[in-house]
């Protein structure tokens, strides 16, 4: 069976317009069978409904099929609470309207598009049941929007829809550079070491999303990578015939590597290498200096952005407060939130620490960043604080001289 790519890695498409416009239609249209519950009562679209797919050329893709929110019953506030919440993974919209009407509440669903910078495309379905479609267009053509016609019941108008569609996505897919995981940190030809523990939180039988990531990324730049538990390390140097450009470990081993890494060795964790994949490391960076100036009584807020099932020894509830509270040298008051939705009403904490955000796409990341800024409260994530805890962030950041310039102000 073929391997899929993460979710965390799709793009992830929502797709929006008011109830009944045939959002469901096209879905199942772009698809190729029916993926959403389709019916004429208006609403029917309850929850979010996902297809991944690879959607070629453009890649592998999330569209994201949502409740029209016009409806004004107290289901339909469920369903505008639902759907608001997909905005914030949203990275490319298709506004669904039914051809010929378009008012005050598909303008509000663009403005709301243009302030999170999310790129959309109109999609005027129900074509066929538009009169004056000249006069239409050359007045909508005025509005300087990007728009196509559709006839989402109609099969045979599927490749020209979808083409249309793909044309739109490339086009924002090209317009933005791929990013590198961490091959932009090695030299042609470099070698990375990465230590990982098999402890009790390793998963039976694998090694976890962010690590398997980072070896492919290298592979994909024609770059190597060896991986080693933290038994074998620093060891390991005197077998090899070349220094490693660069060493990554989990964070919860980051003391034991740096204290055992000879000065010239580049050294880093995985949790900092995604902070600057998926958001803005320099700011989470910042706020981790924060870690030092803890006093006991303070309120920390630990947001993990899924709801795995905690284990003995977990790390957001055990294994990080006990390093802070080791840090401001008494007991602080520390709130654990999980799930993919960022919790309201954080003002009230000194520091927000975020889990490393496997699941988060990048958009949801730095919602969450814009998120805490708008507050003023930092928002720093699992790798920094715990490289802050134990006093080596410092040196964890020497391969980001940005972050580590961020950090060092903020001391
Ligand atoms: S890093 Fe965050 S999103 Fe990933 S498994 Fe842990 S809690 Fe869930």
């Not at 959403?36 to 297809?51: F, H, M």
């Not at 910078?117 to 109109?122: E, F, G, N, Q, V």
């Not at 016609?149 to 044309?167: G, H, M, P, Q």
Request: aromatic share 6%.
């Amino acid at each position: 069976m073929k391997e899929k790519a993460p979710k965390s890695l799709r793009l992830h498409i929502g797709i929006f317009g008011r109830a009944n416009v045939g959002k469901s239609s096209l879905l199942n249209l772009i698809a190729g069978h029916e993926t959403a519950l389709v019916s004429p009562v208006p609403g029917t679209t309850t929850d979010a409904v996902e297809k991944t797919m690879e959607l070629l050329p453009v890649g592998p893709v999330v569209f994201i099929d949502t409740a029209g929110i016009d409806d004004k019953s107290e289901l339909g506030h469920l369903r505008v609470k639902n759907t608001r919440k997909i905005f914030e993974r949203t990275e490319a919209a298709l506004l669904v309207c039914e051809a010929g009407i378009f008012g005050g509440y598909e303008r509000e669903l663009l403005r709301e598009f243009d302030e999170r910078k999310i790129p959309a495309l109109i999609v005027f379905n129900k074509e066929d049941l538009l009169e004056n479609r000249k006069e239409f267009e050359k007045d909508f053509l005025q509005k300087g929007r990007e728009f196509i016609f559709s006839n989402a019941r109609d099969a045979s108008k599927r490749d020209e829809t979808v083409n249309k569609i793909k044309d739109f996505l490339m086009r924002i897919q090209g317009g933005k550079k791929e990013k590198s995981i961490l091959s932009h940190l090695l030299p042609a030809g470099g070698l990375a070491v990465f230590i990982i523990p098999i402890d009790k939180e390793a998963p039976k039988g694998r090694i976890i999303l962010p690590q398997v990531m980072a070896i492919r990324d290298l592979l994909d730049a024609d770059k190597s990578s060896i991986c080693i538990t933290e038994k074998n390390w620093p060891e390991i140097l005197s077998k090899l015939s070349v220094k490693p450009d660069l060493v990554v470990c989990d964070s919860q081993v980051a003391d034991l590597m740096v204290s055992r890494a000879p000065k010239d060795i580049k050294c880093t964790t995985f949790s900092i290498i995604f902070s600057g994949f998926k958001g803005e490391m320099a700011e989470f960076a910042a706020a981790a200096a924060l870690v030092n100036k803890l006093k006991p009584s303070d309120k920390i807020g630990i947001l993990e952005a899924c709801s795995h099932h905690p284990i003995e020894d977990d790390i957001g509830r055990v294994k990080l407060p006990k390093w802070l509270e080791k840090k401001a040298g008494g007991k602080l008051e520390i709130d654990v939130f999980s799930g993919r939705k960022m919790p309201e009403e954080l003002e009230k904490y000194k520091l927000l620490i975020n889990c490393g955000g496997c699941m988060l796409t990048g958009a949801e990341m730095k919602n969450r960043q814009e998120k805490a800024r708008k507050i003023s409260i930092p928002l720093t994530n699992y790798g920094m604080a715990i490289g802050a805890c134990f006093g080596v962030l410092e040196r964890l950041l020497e391969p980001f001289p940005e972050a580590l310039k961020a950090y060092r102000e903020n001391l």
